[in-house]
Nanobody, 121 residues
Framework: QLVESGGETVQAGGSLRLSCAAS?????MAWFRQAPGKEPEGVAT????????YYADSVQGRFKISRDNAKNTLDLQMNSLKPEDTGVYIC????????????????????WGQGTQVTVS
């Protein structure tokens, strides 16, 4: 089970930190975001065993994904936010060892949270 928190309305240029509480161990976790009327898109992924990270080009250098294995949480630090970052941010995890071949793709992620709304005005 994955439960996200931290979403809110912020002004462009601001920062926000999202958190996802997980139950059970996962080897690969990711943040996706879904804009109204669109499919979820991968934002950032982390291999929780080797801590390799993957980012969408649109957030590279502005967002940072991190994993606290002791607390079993996944965070997303978002800086220099833009209106186009608006959407429902959803935490996802795999049920197998390692990340999918396409770490920012939806395929392979079998566990999904309900999401938390981020609005950048």
């Amino acid at each position: 089970q994955l439960v996200e928190s931290g979403g809110e309305t912020v002004q462009a240029g601001g920062s926000l930190r999202l958190s996802c509480a997980a139950s059970g161990h996962t080897y690969c976790m990711a943040w996706f975001r879904q804009a109204p009327g669109k499919e979820p898109e991968g934002v950032a992924t982390i291999d929780t065993q080797w801590y390799n990270t993957y980012y969408a080009d649109s957030v590279q250098g502005r967002f940072k994904i991190s994993r606290d294995n002791a607390k079993n949480t996944l965070d997303l630090q978002m800086n220099s936010l833009k209106p186009e970052d608006t959407g429902v941010y959803i935490c996802a995890a795999v049920t197998t060892i390692g990340c999918p071949a396409e770490p920012l793709g939806k395929a392979g992620f079998r566990i999904w949270g309900q999401g938390t709304q981020v609005t950048v005005s």
